[in-house]
């Protein structure tokens, strides 16, 4: 479980493609030695699984992921390359400030950027909803975006947009964001419930 809070940014070092699993080595600013082996970790969203923990030469902590072909084809990680900058969260541990929303690392779908203008000191963001999930984002409710929380400002048919402030811009990945990139979507835990209950009523 995850807030969608972003504590480093960390960088793409390789990439291996074996029988339907590629295995992701990730550059990142954690002590090595806090992180165990099997810990989850969002990695630009999608929840993965630290399946090993080393000390590059500049010493520098770098873990490797392995992902299948379903993580691969549902989300923006099949896309991913040496050099990849991504977005990094550790998963909730008892105790730790809820800074942003319940995540849970699970990718619904991607949505494309279709606008990208200032507001001001901020930088606002419209997105494209793929068709079965614009039903779920509800203008001042949540999305996560790229493992990042946010508000969403308004909504317009299958489009909503956000805002984001210099300082996110700054320490996330959304400062070389643009139009035409595409972004991991996961609609907000709550949004999913109260529609699922709500078919499950009208039957």
């Known amino acids: 479980m995850f807030t969608g809070i972003v504590t480093d940014m960390g960088e793409v070092v390789s990439r291996q493609d074996d029988d339907g699993v590629s295995r992701f080595a990730i550059r990142c600013s ?31 902590t770098v873990f490797t992921v392995d992902v299948t072909g379903e993580t691969l084809a549902r989300t923006t990680v099949g896309g991913w390359g040496p050099g990849t900058r991504i977005n990094l969260e550790r998963s909730l541990r008892q105790g ?49 975006l790229d493992g990042t ?33 595409k972004v991991n979507l996961e609609i907000d835990l709550m949004a999913r419930y109260v529609a699922r209950l709500k078919e499950t009523e009208d039957k």
Do not use: M
Not at 111 to 137: K, M, Q, S
């Open 30 to 60: 954690y002590a090595a030695d806090s992180i165990a082996l099997g810990a989850s970790i969002a990695c630009g969203g999608p929840c993965l699984t630290a399946t090993s923990v080393a000390t590059d030469a500049d010493g520098r």
């Open 96 to 144: 730790d400030e809820l800074g942003g929303h319940i995540v849970t690392g699970h990718i619904d779908g991607v949505a494309p950027i279709v606008g990208r203008e200032a507001d001001g000191e901020a930088t606002r963001f419209t997105f494209e909803a793929p068709a079965p999930l614009h039903r779920f984002i509800a203008e001042k409710g949540s999305v996560c």
């Open 149 to 181: 929380s946010l508000t969403v400002n308004g909504v317009e048919r299958n489009r909503f947009w956000v805002t984001l402030i210099p300082h996110t811009l700054q320490v996330t990945t959304w400062g070389e964001r643009g139009i035409g990139d």
